[in-house]
């Protein structure tokens, strides 16, 4: 099986996709990547959720149209299991590559 390297964006989108589980469409993801310290256009949540959905790394399906929203349905993403496993490989990277430096940060 061919290992996928996330990037950071990549990374904190498929968390948050991850933290909403059933709820996972455009606003909530935005306000939620927002209260973490990250803020994104809608554009580029756009961008970044269709190439991970090309990657494997995520799944989407539509809701049900929504009168307040002019008859148009909501789009619901969830992470697939690809998607689990490149989050899994990436953490396990970054606590590798984080151990033993946290007393190095604490005095700059």
């Not at 709820?23 to 990547?33: G, I, K, M, N, T």
């Not at 790394?57 to 148009?72: D, K, M, T, V, Y």
């Amino acid at each position: 099986m061919k290992s996928i390297h996330l990037g950071e964006l990549e990374q904190v989108v498929l968390l948050a996709v991850l933290r909403r589980d059933v709820d996972a469409y455009a606003v909530p993801l935005l306000e939620d990547l927002e209260a973490a310290g990250r803020r994104l256009t809608r554009g580029a949540l756009y961008t970044a959720l269709e190439r991970l959905e090309q990657k494997g790394l995520l799944q989407s399906r539509l809701g049900e149209p929504l009168a307040e929203r002019g008859g148009r349905a909501r789009r619901y993403y969830a992470v697939t299991v690809a998607g689990l496993r490149a989050l899994s490989a990436s953490r396990r990277t970054l606590l590798a590559l984080w151990d033993g430096l946290e007393a190095r940060l604490e005095r700059p």
